[in-house]
C-alpha cells in the first residue's frame, strides 16, 4: 500500500515543486516506487520531471473529471526514473467544472486507489491557494510535507496552513496528519534564518525534519534542462541534501 504525502504550503515560492521533484527522484535512487501527481495548472513539476505539457494526450485533469484513469494518463520521467501524472493549463478548468461533480473533494483519493499497490510512495505537488485542487490533495494524503523558507513571513503562513491541516482532518480526513517541515532555501549566513530554525526546533520538535536543502544555483537551473536537481548535477549541495532527505523519509515512515 503506496504511503501518499502532500507537499503543501499556502505561501508561494517556498519550494514546493522542487521539493516533491526531488524528492520523487531521491526516493526512486533508493529503489522506491514513486508516483508524482502535478496537481497545479501551471504544470511545473511536469516540466521539471522532462515532460512537455504541451503534448499530453491525458492528464490529471481528465483523471479528476473521470474522463481517464491514472493508468492510461501517468507518464514515466526518463531522467527521475518515477511515473507523473502530468498537468498542464487545462486544470484550472477543473476547479469550476468539479464543483456541481458528487464527492468532488475525493475525486483524487478515488482514482489513485486503482493504482495503490504499484507504488511506495505517492507525492502530490499542491497549488500555492486552498482550493479545490488543493483539497483534494489534502483528502488524498496520508500526510503532509511543508517546506518553508526560515524568514518571518514563512511563521505567519505556517500557522494559517496548520490550522487549514487541523480542519480538514476534523471534517473531511481523519488520516491526515502533518509529517514533517523541511527547511529549504537555507543560508546559513543570515541570522534571521538561524533564529527562524531554533524557533521551529522549538515549537514543532521532532516534526522539523533534520535535513536542510541549503539555497542551491544547481536545483534552480535543473528545471530548464528537463531534470530533477539530484539527476542534473548528483554532487551539487543542494542534490545531495534532497538524497539525504529522501533516506529520512523511508526512515520515517518505517518508524511510524
Sequence with gaps: MAKIFCVANQKGGVGKTTTAVNLAAGLAQLDQRVLLVDLDPQGNATMGA???????QASVYEVLLGMSDVSAAR???????????PANRELAGAEVEMVELENREKRLKDALHAVDAEYDFVLIDCPPALSMLTLNGLCAAHGVIIPMQCEYYALEGLSDLVNTIK???AKLNTDLK???????????RMTLSQQVSAQLEQHFGDKVF???????????EAPSYGMPGVTFDPSSKGAQAYIAFGAEMVQRIQSM
Aim: aromatic share 4%; proline share 5%.
Design 167 to 169: 480542519k480538514v482532518h
Design 75 to 85: 507518464r514515466r520521467s526518463e531522467s527521475g526514473r518515477f511515473d507523473m501524472l
Design 50 to 56: 522532462g515532460i512537455n505539457k504541451a503534448e499530453l
Design 210 to 220: 533534520k535535513t536542510i536543502i541549503p539555497r542551491n544555483v544547481r536545483l534552480a
Design 178 to 188: 502533518i509529517i514533517g517541515l523541511l527547511r529549504v532555501m537555507f543560508d546559513p
